[in-house]
């Protein structure tokens, strides 16, 4: 088992910058991709950005692209970087984590993860 706890969620006007964090622990000795999604209310849960283990690849929403960093600095910890947040990104933000044997695969579909964190709640005022 493997467990995710995100942090870093917040109120912020747009235009403003927050980071995410997601700290991983348990079965961590495995080979495990990283994704952010999201949650808006009264909507789907979408993709966000995707990290491989290797972190060499990394995938983005068109709509996040440009403003938003995926990375990793230990196996263990994921960030998202978010600049120039906009009212429509405001969203329950979720890390998850994904059993892979190819340290290059970056996944863009949550249906391929494993693991999911509890959520932390970003709001964009504008």
């Known amino acids: 088992q493997v467990q995710l706890v995100e942090s870093g969620g917040g109120l912020v006007q747009a235009g403003g910058s927050l980071r995410l964090s997601c700290a991983a622990s348990?079965?961590?000795?495995?080979?495990?991709?990283m994704g952010w999604f999201r949650q808006a209310p009264g909507k789907e849960r979408e993709f966000v950005a995707a990290?491989?283990?290797?972190?060499?690849?990394t995938h983005y929403a068109d709509s996040v692209k440009g403003r938003f960093t995926i990375s990793r600095d230990t196996k263990n910890t994921v960030y998202l970087q978010m600049n120039s947040l906009k009212p429509e990104d405001t969203a329950v933000y979720y890390c998850?984590?994904?059993?892979?044997?190819?340290?290059?695969?970056?996944?863009?579909?949550?249906?391929?993860?494993?693991?999911w964190g509890q959520g932390t709640q970003v709001t964009v005022s504008s």
């Open positions: 990290l491989s283990w290797s972190g060499g690849n």
């Open positions: 998850a984590a994904a059993i892979v044997w190819d340290p290059a695969m970056a996944i863009m579909t949550s249906p391929d993860y494993d693991y």
């Open positions: 348990g079965r961590t000795f495995s080979s495990y991709a």
